[in-house]
């Protein structure tokens, strides 16, 4: 079992920056993935950004160049820099781990962007 726990959240102005955590623990694959979802009221869950365990990331097309992802050297911890932050990036934000097919999901935590 894994448990993922998220912080950073919050409320902040337009064009401002903001950074969320995602910790991992129990039994943690070396070959995991880890990223962020975000998802918006009545609209489906979007993938944000992606963490391979090799160490190659992406991002969408609508948050690069505004959004870094990492993680940690243990492979356990991920995080989302959002920089340049619009109101349309609004929404609850979702940490997940992959491994041995399965996704693992955190509980989500909620950024909001004021205009």
């Known amino acids: 079992q894994v448990q993922l726990v998220e912080s950073g959240g919050g409320l902040v102005q337009a064009g401002g920056s903001m950074r969320l955590s995602c910790a991992a623990s129990?039994?943690?694959?070396?070959?995991?993935?880890m990223g962020w979802y975000r998802q918006t009221p009545g609209k489906e869950r979007k993938l944000v950004a992606a963490?391979?365990?090799?160490?190659?990331?992406n991002v969408s097309d609508d948050v690069k160049g505004r959004f870094t992802i990492s993680r940690d050297n243990a492979g356990t911890t991920v995080y989302l820099q959002m920089d340049h932050l619009k109101p349309e990036d609004t929404a609850v934000y979702y940490c997940?781990?992959?491994?041995?097919?399965?996704?693992?999901w955190g509980q989500g935590i909620q950024v909001t962007v004021s205009s």
């Open positions: 997940y781990e992959f491994q041995e097919l399965r996704n693992y």
């Open positions: 963490s391979s365990n090799t160490g190659s990331s």
């Open positions: 129990g039994t943690i694959s070396s070959t995991n993935a």
